[in-house]
């Protein structure tokens, strides 16, 4: 059985990741997710982010989007 952890969503729509699921999904500071929801749950994943160096930070984001878009 998985392990279950409450946690409470904040004013601004914000939750915490406990530190065991970080830990055991390898999700590090700046790390991106995608986010989903199937009936009653919500499903996150790790995001696959191939970074272009060339390019501003904004760049990135808009060519990470539309691959995730396709994905």
Do not use: C, Q
């Not at 990741?17 to 986010?35: H, Q, S, V, W």
Request: proline share 4%.
């Amino acid at each position: 059985m998985p392990d279950t952890t409450l946690v409470k969503v904040s004013s601004k729509g914000l939750v915490t990741l406990p530190k065991k699921i970080r830990t055991d999904l390898g999700i590090e500071d700046g790390d991106y997710l995608t986010i989903s929801s199937d009936k009653d749950k919500i499903i996150f994943r790790k995001a696959r982010i191939e970074i272009d160096y060339e390019n501003p930070d904004d760049a990135w984001k808009e060519h990470a989007h539309r691959r995730l878009a396709h994905d």
